[in-house]
């Protein structure tokens, strides 16, 4: 498609604008396209919000150009504050989990995206859409949750970092809207987060950090509720 026109660009795909109803979404290092498409049209069935996938082939994804701007986007300028944010995503979290398995493997697996934080979630005007399904596969919701808080505490505990503060205070907030069995697989999400090609060679030496963040989160509020303060 010589007449796309370049729109976005992320860690591994650039995505090009065909038309005013199309994008293109190009991954750099190839692939096969057709499990994320599968995935997302099974979702889209179910009522899950996602764009439309028009066509699938080789490393190139065809799909619904969404309006809006992501909920990074609408953070930073203001448009949403980050208790709002985290309150979307726990809700996008928990519609996710509460679908049937598409492959069907074991009765208590859900469908799992392992990559949905705020630069993944278009504010649009049907509401917020999830973007990037290339991660998707199938386990235990409690690790979807866990790699999301795994991402934004690695924001939060990098002191340099602009958004540092506001991932903060969207971290927490996100940690007391979902469930509690989150640290039970917090090194297994951090297994795969510390495996992912994309991320730099600082991303991942702030992992232990941003596990430690979590961990004391989450055994702080547990704590609290045993006491009943």
Known sequence: MTDAV?????RDA??????????LRRYRHGGDVAAEAAVMAYVAGLGFPVPTVHQARGADLVMERLDGRTMLSALLAGEVDAVEAATCLADLQHRLH???PRLGERDDARILHLDLHPDNVML?????????????TEGPAELDVALSAVILAQVAVEEDHHLAPPAATLLAAFLDRVGVGLLTVLDSALAIRRNDPAL?????????????????????RETTSVDGV
């Open 200 to 220: 730099t060679g600082r991303e991942r030496e702030l992992l232990g950090a941003a596990a430690a963040l979590i961990t004391g989160h989450r055994s702080g």
């Open 6 to 10: 370049p729109l976005a660009s992320g």
């Open 98 to 100: 509460a679908l049937p």
């Open 14 to 23: 650039d995505v090009f604008a065909i038309d005013d109803r199309r994008v």
């Open 124 to 136: 649009t005007s049907r509401g917020p859409v999830v973007i990037d399904w290339r991660n998707s």
